[in-house]
């Protein structure tokens, strides 16, 4: 039986501000980074001065394969100095410390909530 995993990506403009959803659902492996990481930097290199702000749906993540933990670090680290904030949405314990961890790499402010409402408004104040 098949398992459902990988990304959905939305860029959207908002007045000024440039906002990434992200939705990430089941176990992430390489192959989903090598799909998303063109994607990202191609949205990324349309902005001329990121400063980026991210919602990150990980309701539905269930972990990532150990190759693919690496692609998301390396893609934290690479483009981490060009998020303002970025908006945790999950119910996981797990998911907090990921948040805390995030935030140290990235240089970002990294919060984490419950519902998409709440991240949002947060996202934009």
């Known amino acids: ?7 959905s990506v939305g860029i959207e403009r908002m007045n000024d501000q440039f906002v990434v959803h992200l ?3 089941g176990t992430l492996t390489h192959e989903d980074y090598k799909t ?4 990202l930097e191609g949205a990324f ?3 001329e001065h990121p400063h980026i702000k991210v919602i990150a749906d990980m309701t539905h993540l269930e972990g ?12 934290g680290l690479k483009y981490g100095s060009s998020f303002d904030k970025v908006a945790v949405i999950g119910a996981r ?3 907090d410390t990921l948040a805390k961890i ?3 790499f990235m240089g970002a402010k990294v919060e984490k909530f419950s519902d998409y409402s709440h991240a949002k408004a947060w996202l934009l104040e």
Do not use: N
């Open 1 to 7: 039986m098949s398992q459902q995993h990988g990304f």
């Open 93 to 95: 314990p797990w998911q």
């Open 45 to 47: 290199q349309q902005v």
């Open 23 to 25: 939705k990430a659902f």
């Open 36 to 39: 998303i990481t063109p994607m």
């Open 102 to 104: 995030a935030g140290w």
């Open 64 to 75: 990532w394969e150990l190759k693919a933990a690496w692609d998301d670090f390396k893609l």
